[in-house]
């Protein structure tokens, strides 16, 4: 990067941790900072609770799925309105009326204590792995784009989010998720609109669409019924709706977020707009995936984007067999390049028959250009073994790299460093405070003053950060890192949230019932992702996304099975 890049880089991050430390300064007692007082307002929580989902995955993995696999992920996002309605009604007034830290509060006024701990220790241990892959998802591409080194990479990150988050609580991550927002979704914006004035002269926007549309790329909805697909309309609006509100209803990192609140109205409202523009926000990202998409139609894309690998496999015995395929994939690209263009005059003369024609032919040349890459992965992976092959999270910010002019560089890259910040920010808070609250506090030392207390969730806060690069720094990568945190989310979620409907819902069940039915529903998942891993699931053969809704059914099944058996 340019020297104009790297100062607008570290300008950026370092007035983020100065901002976020300044405006908390002088928080001296447990409720400022684990509520941040208890008074932000309702757009200020919007922003936050958008800010502590929207990580650095969102911004890296989200424009390469759309690349390779078009814009039918938004569909997950299909029932993020729903579940923030029943989240409003049915979990907000609760939570408010008991005037809780944690959410896991409310369940030993339900149950007992072994429930609540139950609960909150599952959240311990999904967010904290979460935590790890908020910070580890930016380090291994920027150390790989940088030539940082990752684990200093995993450092940096984690010791800016450590410095604001631990000093100022809640209210720090608050404030510093507002100015973080404004830079994610500016940059956002801004490279969405270079990529469109980057086509070639006569190709505009609407060209554009029709070339992502012809070739697959705009495939929004799909409403076949599959429960082996992880993404269409039936997935997004039922097993989805359950992932959200397991995440926004039960997940202290977003609980916290509202419980910051100047009243249940400004909780609800803050709520209600993360569901009318998440949606939104998530479709102009996979937009500009598919917008990157057309540019390479136009433009040599790399055969593979993560260029520090292809470097390594320069210096192995598969050199020249791979720069062949490189050729190859430049011979396709070119008699590609010829069809797309054939492609936009027939759109543009209206002639339909020309454009089937020109269509069949750009998706035989496409076809043609997907399986060379699938070779030259291959052979990546025979000629550096160990190296990561899946290089869709490195596609937009090769192109970042690669095309944008000097300065919108160095601030897309703070787009991803703010955005790792963000998340990271509020799931260290929320697992310093759950540490603090519902086990020290509860089991360890019950009779200490507010002072210790607040001493307490700082220590926890940077324990959490601690080993939030820890796990960061021995991970690798799954099939794709956003797809990655929704499978963790699914696998753990479902159990929370199940003993929370039972709590609300299903007035007659106990808590040894509800307990035992949670830790049989969670080995339930467990087992059954390990058979779908597999290939052995049989009748279970399902999307993870599933798991949230059978997950939480689950335990309320269990749970009821278990009252009536000790009923009798």
Same mark, same amino acid.
């Given at each position: 990067?340019?020297?104009?890049?790297?100062?607008?880089?570290?300008?950026?991050?370092?007035?983020?941790?100065?901002?976020?430390?300044?405006?908390?300064?002088?928080?001296?007692?447990?409720?400022?900072?684990?509520?941040?007082?208890?008074?932000?307002?309702?757009?200020?929580?919007?922003?936050?609770?958008?800010?502590?989902?929207?990580?650095? =995955?969102?911004?890296?993995?989200?424009?390469?799925?759309?690349?390779?696999?078009?814009?039918?992920?938004?569909?997950?996002?299909?029932?993020?309105?729903?579940?923030?309605?029943?989240?409003?009604?049915?979990?907000?007034?609760?939570?408010?009326?008991?005037?809780?830290?944690?959410?896991?509060?409310?369940?030993?006024?339900?149950?007992?204590?072994?429930?609540?701990?139950?609960?909150?220790?599952?959240?311990?241990?999904?967010?904290?792995?979460?935590?790890?892959?908020?910070?580890?998802?930016? @380090?291994?591409?920027? @150390?790989?784009?940088?030539?940082?080194?990752?684990?200093?990479?995993?450092?940096?990150?984690?010791?800016?989010?450590?410095?604001?988050?631990?000093?100022?609580?809640?209210?720090?991550?608050?404030?510093?998720?507002?100015?973080?927002?404004?830079?994610?979704?500016?940059?956002?914006?801004?490279?969405?609109?270079?990529?469109?004035? @980057?086509?070639?002269?006569?190709?505009?926007?609407?060209?554009?669409?029709?070339?992502?549309?012809?070739?697959?790329?705009?495939?929004?909805?799909?409403?076949?019924?599959?429960?082996?697909?992880?993404?269409?309309?039936?997935?997004?609006?039922?097993?989805?709706?359950?992932?959200?509100?397991?995440?926004?209803?039960?997940?202290? @990192?977003?609980?916290?977020?509202?419980?910051?609140?100047?009243?249940?109205?400004?909780?609800?409202?803050?709520?209600?707009?993360?569901?009318?523009?998440?949606?939104?926000?998530?479709?102009?990202?996979?937009?500009?995936?598919?917008?990157?998409?057309?540019?390479?139609?136009?433009?040599?894309?790399?055969?593979?984007?993560?260029?520090?690998?292809?470097?390594?496999?320069?210096?192995?015995?598969?050199?020249?067999?791979?720069?062949?395929?490189?050729?190859?994939?430049?011979?396709?690209?070119?008699?590609?390049?010829?069809?797309?263009?054939?492609?936009?005059?027939?759109?543009?003369?209206?002639?339909?028959?020309?454009?089937?024609?020109?269509?069949?032919?750009?998706?035989?040349?496409?076809?043609?250009?997907?399986?060379?890459?699938?070779?030259?992965?291959?052979?990546?992976?025979?000629?550096?073994?160990?190296?990561?092959?899946?290089?869709?999270?490195?596609?937009?910010?090769?192109?970042?790299?690669?095309?944008?002019?000097?300065?919108?560089?160095?601030?897309?890259?703070?787009?991803?460093?703010?955005?790792?910040?963000?998340?990271?920010?509020?799931?260290?808070?929320?697992?310093?405070?759950?540490?603090? =609250?519902?086990?020290?506090?509860?089991?360890?030392?019950?009779?200490?003053?507010?002072?210790?207390?607040?001493?307490?969730?700082?220590?926890?806060?940077?324990?959490?950060?601690?080993?939030?690069?820890?796990?960061?720094?021995?991970?690798?990568?799954?099939?794709?890192?956003?797809?990655?945190?929704?499978?963790?989310?699914?696998?753990?979620?479902?159990?929370?949230?199940?003993?929370?409907?039972?709590?609300?819902?299903?007035?007659?069940?106990?808590?040894?019932?509800?307990?035992?039915?949670?830790?049989?529903?969670?080995?339930?998942?467990?087992? =059954?992702?390990?058979?779908?891993?597999?290939?052995?699931?049989? =009748?279970?053969?399902?999307?993870?996304?599933?798991?949230?809704?059978?997950?939480?059914?689950?335990?309320?099944?269990?749970?009821?099975?278990?009252?009536?058996?000790?009923?009798?």
């Amino acid at each position: 990067m340019s020297t104009i890049d790297w100062i607008v880089l570290f300008g950026t991050l370092l007035s983020i941790v100065a901002y976020g430390v300044w405006k908390t300064r002088g928080t001296k007692d447990m409720d400022s900072y684990l509520r941040g007082g208890s008074d932000v307002k309702w757009w200020a929580i919007g922003l936050s609770i958008m800010a502590t989902q929207a990580s650095a =995955i969102t911004f890296l993995s989200t424009p390469g799925q759309a690349y390779t696999d078009g814009m039918r992920f938004i569909q997950f996002y299909f029932g993020l309105p729903i579940a923030m309605i029943l989240i409003a009604v049915f979990f907000l007034p609760i939570y408010y009326k008991l005037k809780v830290y944690t959410a896991y509060e409310y369940l030993e006024t339900r149950f007992d204590m072994k429930t609540r701990m139950l609960a909150a220790f599952i959240f311990l241990i999904q967010r904290g792995l979460g935590a790890g892959i908020t910070i580890y998802a930016p @380090s291994i591409i920027l @150390s790989s784009l940088l030539g940082w080194d990752l684990k200093l990479t995993n450092i940096i990150i984690g010791v800016m989010v450590i410095i604001y988050t631990v000093s100022g609580g809640t209210k720090a991550v608050t404030q510093t998720q507002k100015a973080q927002m404004a830079i994610m979704m500016g940059g956002m914006v801004l490279a969405g609109y270079l990529v469109i004035v @980057s086509l070639p002269s006569g190709v505009g926007f609407g060209d554009a669409l029709q070339v992502a549309g012809k070739m697959g790329k705009l495939n929004v909805v799909n409403f076949e019924f599959d429960l082996s697909d992880r993404y269409n309309f039936w997935s997004g609006i039922t097993g989805a709706v359950f992932l959200f509100m397991s995440y926004f209803g039960t997940d202290q @990192s977003q609980v916290q977020r509202y419980l910051s609140g100047k009243s249940l109205s400004e909780s609800r409202l803050g709520l209600m707009m993360n569901g009318l523009l998440k949606v939104p926000m998530q479709f102009i990202i996979l937009l500009i995936g598919a917008m990157v998409f057309v540019f390479y139609q136009y433009n040599q894309p790399p055969v593979f984007f993560n260029e520090t690998v292809k470097e390594q496999v320069y210096e192995t015995p598969y050199a020249d067999e791979f720069r062949g395929l490189e050729s190859d994939y430049e011979d396709v690209f070119e008699r590609k390049l010829e069809a797309v263009n054939d492609l936009t005059a027939a759109v543009d003369s209206g002639d339909e028959t020309q454009v089937a024609v020109a269509k069949a032919r750009v998706n035989q040349m496409q076809t043609q250009s997907d399986a060379i890459r699938d070779e030259a992965r291959a052979m990546i992976g025979e000629a550096v073994p160990g190296a990561e092959v899946n290089d869709k999270d490195y596609i937009f910010m090769n192109y970042v790299m690669s095309v944008l002019p000097i300065g919108i560089v160095g601030l897309l890259f703070a787009v991803i460093f703010s955005a790792a910040m963000s998340s990271t920010s509020s799931e260290l808070n929320a697992l310093g405070s759950t540490t603090t =609250i519902d086990f020290y506090k509860r089991r360890v030392k019950q009779d200490g003053d507010d002072l210790h207390y607040l001493k307490s969730s700082k220590m926890f806060t940077l324990a959490w950060g601690i080993l939030a690069i820890i796990v960061a720094s021995t991970l690798s990568l799954f099939e794709n890192l956003i797809q990655a945190v929704n499978l963790i989310g699914s696998l753990f979620y479902p159990t929370v949230l199940g003993i929370f409907v039972v709590a609300f819902f299903f007035k007659s069940i106990k808590s040894n019932a509800v307990f035992i039915g949670a830790v049989l529903s969670q080995i339930a998942i467990i087992v =059954i992702h390990y058979l779908n891993t597999i290939g052995q699931a049989g =009748i279970f053969k399902m999307g993870f996304l599933w798991y949230n809704a059978f997950g939480c059914i689950l335990v309320i099944v269990f749970s009821f099975i278990i009252k009536v058996v000790r009923d009798r």
